[in-house]
């Protein structure tokens, strides 16, 4: 298929024109027209480059692209680097950032829910990007905290009473510590996401709201691998997704 083809195609299924976003969403580094195989990873690495290079990849897709707000704007030094793989190699890199977080289906939290069972209720934070909502059953946090490792194959940090109760359960991938103080006041009983600050534990201390830190790579593997498999059957491309190792 078509480069432009696929880029339209993805911009209106995650309806890219609705945030607002700290990096540009779509094609950041544009290579050769026709696409055939397209790879995905969390971030574009030059590792993660690579890897889709070897593979024969027409397109590297990602979570975790280039030129965010506030960075330097030169290609130099590591982006000069890992720039200049794609261009050599002639491969598009696309990223979807707050879109990918978001999308109801295909999205981060969207597909935590689906291997955490949860049952989604409601959104809230920064562009509703963040999701709220409830366990079948009420758990033991320290089970909950074992289902959690099992799935993203990664021992979360957990701050609370292991044996607490909780059903009630507000989540949002990657670095969404920031949006705890809004969870609890929701009435979550636990607040899941990738990263964890300094504050973060004083607040569970004090609500008595726990706190689990899942991991921000753990917690953004699945929608661009979501998305490369639905890109897949729609358009009969082959698809690839290559994980790295990540302990944040």
Not at 72 to 86: C, N, P, S
Not at 171 to 193: K, P
Request: glycine share 10%; with cysteine; proline share 3%.
């Amino acid at each position: 298929m078509q480069l432009k083809e696929l880029c339209d195609y993805i911009q209106t299924l995650l309806d890219v024109g609705r945030f607002r976003d700290y990096c540009p969403n779509g094609l950041q580094v544009e290579g050769r027209t026709e696409v055939f195989k397209l790879a995905t990873a969390v971030t574009a690495s030059k590792r993660a480059i690579q890897s889709a290079v070897d593979w024969g990849a027409d397109v590297l897709l990602v979570h975790h692209g280039y030129f965010w707000r506030g960075e330097e704007a030169t290609l130099t030094g590591i982006k000069r680097g890992r720039v200049a793989l794609l261009f050599q190699h002639d491969l598009n890199l696309l990223a979807y950032h707050l879109p990918l977080d978001a999308h109801p289906e295909l999205g981060n939290n969207a597909q935590l829910a689906q291997r955490f069972g949860l049952i989604e209720t409601g959104r809230f934070g920064e562009q509703a990007i963040a999701c709220r909502g409830e366990l079948p059953e009420a758990l033991p946090l320290a089970l909950f905290a074992e289902r959690i490792e099992s799935t993203l194959s990664r021992k979360p940090l957990v701050i609370g009473n292991p044996t607490q109760s909780i059903r009630r359960v507000a989540w949002c991938s990657g670095g969404g510590q920031s949006y705890f103080e809004e969870a609890i006041r929701l009435g979550a009983d636990v607040f899941v996401t990738g990263e964890i600050s300094e504050q973060s534990v004083h607040l569970a201390e004090e609500s008595g709201v726990a706190f689990i830190s899942a991991g921000h790579h753990a917690t953004e593997r699945y929608g661009v691998q979501a998305l490369g498999a639905h890109l897949s059957a729609q358009f009969g491309l082959q698809h690839r997704f290559f994980d790295q190792d990540n302990p944040v």
